[in-house]
């Protein structure tokens, strides 16, 4: 018997940036108009919340 597939891990997935991982960063950047270092600086400082993150590179 296989188990039913929900989207509960999707959403929580996509509410975190995943700062080591090369394409995370890339969306992230391409979304925000800024460049990867600036995306991974902005992880650094305000932790993986994509909200938070997206915070950050819109006030710089």
Do not use: I
């Amino acid at each position: 018997m296989t188990k039913e597939q929900t989207s509960r891990g999707r959403a929580q997935d996509r509410r975190l940036v995943a700062g080591r991982q090369d394409h995370e960063v890339r969306y992230e950047a391409k979304k925000m108009d800024v460049s990867r270092d600036e995306v991974r600086e902005a992880v650094k400082s305000e932790g993986n919340s994509r909200k938070k993150v997206e915070r950050k590179l819109a006030e710089d």
